[in-house]
């Protein structure tokens, strides 16, 4: 098979390892029966050794059950399809093939992931695709107290008209979404058509803002935290609202 039968045929490695552990595993089997013919052993003792070995297998093959089960159900309902841009347990790709018991999915990085149907099923998959490859995308930003709100809000507008990739409708939009610890919270909300570019469009929004909130002097804060300080007169004066006494330790001077 492997010198001659398989060179015929455009098969690639895999395939071809397979149909040789196929073929072996047949051959043993069938070397199997017929030895035990050989030997003078009936085909109920064949029965009997059969039901055991399928009972092992049985126990043995629940995640393979499972997961062609899960197969069945996706050739069927069509949840995810192949061209799919997916994201499932942290791995984000297209989808490249769907066989009977896994999915095999391209990252962005060129890498393929094989992962079990059974976990497309059972797991929280999100589709960027299904349907509508159409979809809404939010980035936020905060800035230092004082600032003019308005001027951000149209710096963000602005930083979103630049890119071409952003879609004109829905039209983007900011909302003042709080005052937070250290900053005032926004957010920019725009729609794309190209889920799998969306790393690439959220760093180019930032570098733009980044630039347009420099030329304006729009401050983006660091993390800020108050420290009071207390003196000794301060600590005094509580001390004695309290109507507490302060021992004093150590040798007394002499006056």
Partial sequence: LSRRVSPLYDLTPGMRASIDTLVKYLLFVLGFVIGLKTIGLSLGFLAVFAGIIGIGIGFGS???????????????TRPVEVGDD????????TVVRITSYST????????SVVVPNAVLIGNRVINWSVDDRKVRVELTVGVAYGSDVSVVSNLLLGAADTHK??????????????????????????????PRKLRAIKSDLRFEIDRLFRSAEIEIPFP?????LRTAEDIATHVQTKGWEIATEGPQRSE
């Fill in 62 to 76: 629940q995640t393979l059950m499972a997961n062609f089960i899960a197969g069945l159900i996706l050739q069927f």
């Fill in 224 to 228: 800020q935290r108050d420290l009071h």
């Fill in 104 to 111: 095999v999915v391209r990252t962005y990085d060129n890498l």
């Fill in 165 to 194: 990739q952003l879609r004109k409708h829905p039209k983007p939009k900011v909302f003042f979404e709080g005052f937070g610890d250290s900053s005032l919270e926004f957010s920019l909300r725009f729609w794309v058509d190209e």
């Fill in 86 to 93: 997916i994201e499932v347990e942290g791995v984000l790709g």
